[in-house]
């Protein structure tokens, strides 16, 4: 038996004792953990969107940031 079939047996038993309170508690943090991932596909679906940008136009946006920045900054 594999360390993964091993695992999922364990949690199951330990699963079988839990109230119906802590079930709904596990099920919403293993919901959670689903949609951390999807987060991250989300996150890491804009790599690769400045691979194309023009040079000066990338320095300006990241070397120039700061005094853009300055720039920007309105009063209230």
């Known amino acids: ?3 993964s079939a ?3 047996i364990e ?3 330990k699963l079988e004792l839990f109230s119906m309170a802590k079930l709904n508690k596990v099920l ?3 919901k959670g953990l689903d949609a951390d991932g999807d987060r991250r596909k989300r996150i890491l679906s ?3 969107v400045w691979k194309d940008l023009d040079k000066e136009v990338f320095d ?3 070397t120039n940031l700061q ?3 300055a720039k ?3 009063e209230f």
């Open 28 to 30: 919403a943090y293993v």
């Open 46 to 48: 804009y790599s690769g």
């Open 6 to 8: 091993k695992l999922k």
């Open 72 to 74: 920007d900054i309105r």
């Open 11 to 13: 949690i199951i038993q």
């Open 60 to 62: 300006d946006l990241t």
């Open 1 to 3: 038996m594999t360390h």
């Open 67 to 69: 005094s853009n920045r």
